[in-house]
């Protein structure tokens, strides 16, 4: 019923920018918050930024004052703006929508992307 779809993820050098992007579509009336997890080998996955449906915007301390996340609630769409990037940063970077209700009085659900991967050489 709710797909959550990423997109721009790539190849950069240390120090580059990339922008990734990801669009919920389906029956949706509310999404609470959406945010961006990454997952390198052999690590588990983290929360890398979120954001709710208000603005409120939270960084893990690695990314903080490097990405900035953004939404476009008529869209339902998130964006991750990521510069200065680190080799470290590389890993498959996974898209969740949570709380979303399809209808005013459903119960929330939370969905994932199918990741999109962001490698940045060195």
């Known amino acids: 019923q709710v797909q959550v779809v990423e997109s721009g993820g790539g190849l950069v050098q240390a120090g580059g920018s990339l922008r990734l992007s990801c669009a919920a579509s389906?029956?949706?009336?509310?999404?609470?918050?959406m945010g961006w997890y990454r997952q390198a080998p052999g690590k588990q996955r983290e929360l890398v930024a979120s954001?709710?449906?208000?603005?409120?915007?939270n960084y893990a301390d690695s990314v903080q004052g490097r990405f900035t996340i953004s939404r476009d609630n008529g869209k339902n769409t998130v964006y991750l703006q990521m510069n200065s990037l680190k080799p470290e940063d590389t890993a498959v970077y996974y898209c969740?929508?949570?709380?979303?209700?399809?209808?005013?009085?459903?119960?929330?659900?939370?969905?994932w992307g199918q990741g999109t991967q962001v490698t940045v050489s060195s």
């Open positions: 389906g029956i949706i009336f509310t999404i609470s918050a």
């Open positions: 969740y929508a949570d709380g979303v209700r399809s209808l005013p009085y459903s119960p929330p659900r939370g969905y």
């Open positions: 954001i709710t449906n208000t603005g409120t915007a």
